[in-house]
């Protein structure tokens, strides 16, 4: 005999098995920064990118990035399919830490980006890309 | 993939020990792996995976890119010149395929 209770303890039972997968794994954006890092701490700030408030077309984002000192700089789309986008690693003959590219994003969300500075500490930094037409799939 | 033809634009002159700002395309599709054809098969990805640019011998950028990056993927960056030297640049591409391009560049 199935009591109001128990379907009730079952309903419960059933939601908590629903939300334990979305605690247990992090976010493949975490993920990418994590594989980025190996965990490390990642400061706010000395990072600068730009890029256009409202893009128009999400097939071709223009997109620079600036972080003196980096030697290593990461870029991250947080709401495409597959947010790693690329990394730069500015060898002896590079005369600064800056990289400008076209990139494609899947809609509105925010670009992070990620230096690694000389002293192997991080910092990083996101702005928010408006998108009025998405540049993935299609 | 077409025949690739890639396109560099150094600024005219420079003295010795400037920082100069190199742009860089090549015409690819940068098939990102995330589209269907007409009969909803997805289209395997073929991109550009990694880009590097080396001025005499001496590494500037490595570039590991992924199919967020446009199709034409545009580089610029900045290269110190120590003195006149040969740029080389290279494009992998996914089905192994390697193109390179070489540029001389003159210090005054």
Redesign the interface.
């Known amino acids: 005999m199935l009591t109001r209770r128990d379907t009730l303890a079952i309903g419960l039972g059933a939601s908590a098995l629903a939300a334990l997968p979305l605690t247990a794994s992090a976010t493949p954006v975490d993920d990418a920064v994590a594989a980025f890092t190996g965990g490390a701490a990642v400061a706010e700030g000395g990072v600068t990118i730009t890029a256009p408030e409202i893009a128009e077309n999400g097939?071709?984002?223009p997109i620079?990035v600036e972080a003196a000192g980096a030697t290593e700089i990461m870029l991250i789309?947080t709401g495409?399919?597959?947010p790693?986008?690329?990394?730069?690693?500015?060898?002896?003959?590079?005369?600064?830490s800056?990289?400008?590219?076209?990139?494609?994003?899947g809609r509105t969300q925010d670009v992070m980006a990620i230096a690694k500075m000389a002293d192997g500490s991080y910092a990083s930094t996101a702005v928010e890309v408006k998108v009025t037409i998405g540049?993935?799939?299609? | 993939m077409t025949d690739v033809r890639p396109r560099i634009r150094l600024p005219r002159s420079a003295s010795a020990g400037d920082s100069i700002v190199v742009k860089t395309l090549v015409n690819h599709d940068m098939e990102s792996g995330q589209r269907r054809n007409s009969a909803g098969e997805t289209i395997p990805r073929q991109i550009i995976n990694r880009f590097t640019c080396e001025f005499a011998g001496v590494m500037v950028i490595d570039a590991y890119l992924e199919p967020a990056i446009s199709a034409n993927p545009y580089i610029e960056f900045e290269a110190v010149v120590p003195a006149s030297g040969d740029f080389v640049f290279t494009w992998y591409d996914d089905n192994g395929d390697v193109y390179t391009a070489t540029e001389t560049f003159e210090v005054s």
């Open positions: 097939n071709t984002v620079s789309a495409n399919p597959t790693n986008v690329g990394r730069f690693v500015f060898g002896p003959g590079s005369g600064s800056m990289v400008a590219t076209r990139i494609r994003l540049g993935c799939g299609g």
